[in-house]
């Protein structure tokens, strides 16, 4: 099953040259996932009662058309593969004139809300989404895993705050790019918008806790890894290119 919605692009959601930037592009993403759990009875609105909840592992995204502030995209989104306790959901975005302009994949995690720990996707669940397996936006059906540069060029030390905290007392998924982008030198930073983003998540981040971002420029690509300030933690890794 496909599920569509349309998004219009408003003004916090733009960046240079009033075009949207990727932050917004996953916003709406996670939104319309949200959206499409809701309506197959598995969202947030209905976690108390099924108590599952769906944990976010990699995003993997590309633009190939980046629209402007003021135009309405038509987003798509479907659950392409469902294995164990792991879902699969591909997305794409087009403009008003039905020009393809992003396409993205991502992997989640089934979690039990009340005892904090993974939980199998039932098969009566799984036929909800109604998975479209031979539809994928790209090539390769497993996200590839990042890994940590060996050389670093420079790290900052990052203070999470309480605006960075989502309902479940983490930090936001979208925050970490934003966290991400403060890592990136200045010179990189005035380069944005990426066309791609890729993100791991590994380990929560909590309100209070102090993480070190560390940069590297590796295969074309600049990378930010996140750790614990003791280093002994690895919390997310993010490439833009």
């Known amino acids: 099953m496909i599920y569509k919605e349309k998004f219009k692009i408003g003004l916090k959601d733009v960046c240079k ?8 592009i996953l916003e709406y993403l996670e939104d319309i996932a949200a959206y499409h759990s809701d309506s197959v009875g598995y969202g ?3 976690s108390k009662e099924t108590h599952v909840t769906w944990l976010l592992l990699d995003w993997k995204v590309k633009v190939i058309k980046r629209p402007e502030y003021g135009q309405t995209l038509n ?11 792991y879902a699969y959901r591909d997305f794409e975005v087009y403009d008003e004139n039905n020009n393809l302009c992003v396409i993205a994949t991502s992997k989640w995690l ?16 799984a036929d909800k989404y109604e998975s479209e397996i031979e539809k994928s936006v790209f090539e390769e059906k497993e996200i590839e895993k990042i890994k940590e540069p060996k050389n670093y060029k420079s790290s900052i030390i990052y203070q999470v705050k309480r605006k960075d905290i989502d309902v479940i007392g983490h930090v936001h998924n979208l ?16 380069k944005r918008p990426f066309d791609e ?3 791991m998540y590994k380990k929560e981040i909590k309100l209070g806790d102090t993480v070190i971002c560390k940069y590297a420029y590796e295969e074309n690509k600049h990378i930010v890894v996140i750790q614990s300030e003791d280093e002994k933690t690895l919390h997310a890794i993010i490439t833009l290119k």
């Open 75 to 85: 987003i798509h989104t479907w659950s392409r593969h469902i294995v164990k306790c």
């Open 17 to 24: 040259e009033k075009q949207v930037s990727n932050k917004a």
């Open 44 to 46: 947030i609105n209905t």
């Open 197 to 199: 983003v890729c993100i």
């Open 110 to 125: 089934l979690i039990n809300n009340q005892t904090g720990k993974i939980a199998k996707v039932e098969q009566k669940m």
């Open 175 to 190: 925050y970490y790019l934003d966290i991400a982008y403060e890592a990136v030198p200045d010179e990189v930073y005035e």
